[in-house]
């Protein structure tokens, strides 16, 4: 009897209309994220926006003989696009709380009221420091949104199927960033306002958002573990679709009993039990940010002007990212369960590494500091960025955020996830405020930058990442942890 078979028949669960639709309205967080990734790049790449905001860029922009890798190098244009990470880094230890105390559902009721303030605030902006209150309001969204919606994934789905569960948030990320550079595309014809309808737009999905979190149920964890042992029962009952889930509801009460004893959650975080799940949850999130994804992602119509893509053309081929990016992201949901976390991980090291270090070497050795590629070159280029883009879709995109939610024990879940969850707004605004300048001091010398660190990715999980494919999420200690050479050490 396979591992896969066994828990079958712990745990029996059938596919329920309801259940879906939870599972895809809660992922609306996710397009809320992939949107605010993707706009901003296409934003920052239109004139109009550039002669409101930043004139001076602007102004360098238009120069016959501008610098190739430094046109786009304004701090202020920077904090434009970091300072909704900024924002979601502090605000995802009070979603932490949040779940905790009021539940997954009531949280992702918060993030939907931010999305939808940030979204009419940016988009009526006035000055820079309308837009970057805007951007903060969307950020707080997002670290409400990215702090609830993958745990209440990992929760809410059935133990054989908690890896595709999860990856649709991921998922829905990459829907969002093809939306908004679809959105970019068309917006750039409408002057002198276009700018303003991208960032409005992302009201769309936040309303989708704010239904959604109305119609999903709570997850049986939050409300056994909060007391409610008889709404968790039968709300078990309804998202499985079988009578027979006491063996599922006895395991998530032991595991709340246990919760429930922890006061102090960030305490018992630092305890030396506690380290293995924190360590991976923290590193796998921030090394999720130094493959270079979002130097990509948000650049993309810059990184493409910047080889000699004219302003059409680049949003054209930040849309063909866009679409590799929402159909690799499937191979994970079809193939996470099946193979399992480590190999997917592994064979996109490889890629990834064969791709950054390409594109390095064709831009060293090819574009100068004011000439261009051929076309020949650009398209090749293209082909790389895509491959890279590929490789992370059905890897490191979504295995990010679904293993670090189902590592961690019920009693420093909301508290561990939070970390993991910041840590990735830290080196997302880190990347984010720096890459503009990196680009500009390092050149093409910044893609082996990358390069190096998705080699020590590579090592990372080899040696210390374990697989947790058809484990129980409750069962995590156990079954994974304590029988892992190395971490077993850190175990009680």
């Given at each position: ?23 895809i309205l809660a992922a609306f967080g996710g397009f809320m994220f992939g ?416 390069a190096v660190w998705i080699l020590k990715m590579g090592l990372f999980v080899y040696f210390l990442l374990p697989e947790t494919k058809n484990v129980p ?20």
């Amino acid at each position: 009897m396979t591992d896969s078979e066994k828990h079958d028949q712990d745990f029996p669960s059938k596919f329920t209309v309801y259940v879906v639709i939870c599972w895809i309205l809660a992922a609306f967080g996710g397009f809320m994220f992939g949107y605010d990734i993707g706009i901003s790049g296409g934003v920052t790449a239109m004139d109009d926006f550039l002669i409101k905001f930043f004139p001076t860029v602007h102004e360098r922009k238009l120069h016959a003989k501008e610098n190739n890798y430094c046109k786009y190098n304004d701090q202020y244009l920077q904090l434009f696009t970091s300072s909704l990470y900024l924002a979601a880094l502090v605000s995802s230890f009070g979603a932490s709380k949040a779940c905790t105390k009021f539940g997954r559902k009531p949280t992702i009721l918060v993030a939907s009221v931010f999305f939808l303030f940030g979204a009419a605030v940016s988009s009526s902006a006035q000055n820079i420091w309308m837009l970057i209150i805007g951007r903060i309001l969307l950020g707080f969204g997002v670290g409400f949104g990215n702090e609830a919606v993958p745990l209440f994934l990992s929760e809410i789905a059935p133990v054989e199927r908690r890896g595709a569960v999860n990856i649709l948030f991921q998922f829905f990320v990459t829907v969002g960033i093809f939306f908004a550079n679809l959105v970019n595309y068309g917006t750039s014809k409408m002057h002198p306002y276009g700018w303003r309808v991208s960032l409005g737009l992302a009201g769309v999905p936040a309303v989708f958002l704010f239904i959604g979190s109305i119609v999903i149920t709570e997850t049986p964890t939050s409300l056994i573990e909060r007391g409610n042992e008889t709404a968790g029962q039968s709300t078990l009952r309804k998202i499985r679709g079988v009578d027979n889930v006491n063996s599922e509801f006895e395991q998530i009460k032991a595991a709340s009993e246990i919760a429930r004893q922890v006061k102090h959650p960030y305490k018992k975080l630092m305890k030396r039990s506690s380290m293995p799940p924190l360590i991976i949850g923290i590193l796998l999130q921030v090394f999720q940010q130094l493959t270079g994804i979002n130097a990509i992602m948000f650049y993309a119509p810059v990184l493409f002007q910047t080889v000699g893509f004219k302003n059409d053309a680049s949003l054209l081929s930040a849309v063909i990212t866009g679409i590799v990016n929402v159909l690799s992201t499937l191979v994970s949901i079809f193939y996470v369960d099946k193979v399992g976390r480590r190999v997917l991980l592994l064979q996109a090291c490889v890629q990834m590494l064969i791709s950054q270090t390409a594109i390095g070497g064709i831009l060293l050795a090819f574009l100068t500091t004011t000439g261009s590629l051929t076309k020949l070159q650009s398209a090749f280029v293209v082909v790389l960025v895509c491959m890279f883009v590929m490789s992370f879709a059905w890897s490191w995109g979504p295995l990010g955020w679904l293993i670090p939610s189902e590592t961690f024990p019920q009693e420093t879940r909301t508290a561990g996830f939070a970390f993991a969850v910041s840590s990735n707004m830290l080196f997302t605004f880190l990347i984010a405020q720096a890459f503009l300048s990196m680009l500009c001091n390092m050149r093409a010398f910044i893609f082996f930058f990358f390069a190096v660190w998705i080699l020590k990715m590579g090592l990372f999980v080899y040696f210390l990442l374990p697989e947790t494919k058809n484990v129980p999420i409750d069962l995590m200690v156990e079954r994974v942890w304590k029988q892992h050479p190395v971490w077993k050490r850190f175990m009680d």
